[in-house]
């Protein structure tokens, strides 16, 4: 059984940073794509970023480019999502996700709690 833990959430200042790092255990995800994915209050959940099994071909929904960057460390089978210059609006559930492709197509098969992250103004 494979499991997602989040860590890294939290509350800061608009403008401020926090990095998020989901690790997997119960088996490696090193062959797989992953991402993170938010969900705010009364919005759709929302596809932030993704990244290919390699650490190649890094994706990010138009709102996060440039603030946001996803790597991923595969010996220690973990995805971090570091965000800079936070803004009020990146308020939400975040989520970490696993695909069972080598590119994030479809939806996820592995998917993390979640961790919060407030951005106040």
């Known amino acids: 059984q494979v499991q997602l833990v989040e860590a890294g959430g939290g509350s800061v200042q608009a403008g401020g940073s926090l990095t998020l790092s989901c690790a997997a255990s119960g088996r490696t995800f090193s062959n797989y794509a992953a991402g993170w994915f938010r969900q705010a209050p009364g919005k759709e959940r929302e596809r932030v970023a993704s990244?290919?099994?390699?650490?190649?071909?890094?994706a990010y929904v138009d709102s996060v480019k440039g603030r946001f960057t996803i790597s991923r460390d595969n010996g220690k089978n973990t995805v971090f999502l570091q965000m800079n210059r936070l803004k009020p609006e990146d308020t939400a559930v975040y989520y970490c996700a696993v695909w069972t492709n080598i590119y994030p197509i479809g939806t996820p098969r592995y998917w993390g709690q979640g961790t919060q992250v407030t951005v106040s103004s």
């Open positions: 990244i290919t099994w390699s650490g190649g071909n890094p």
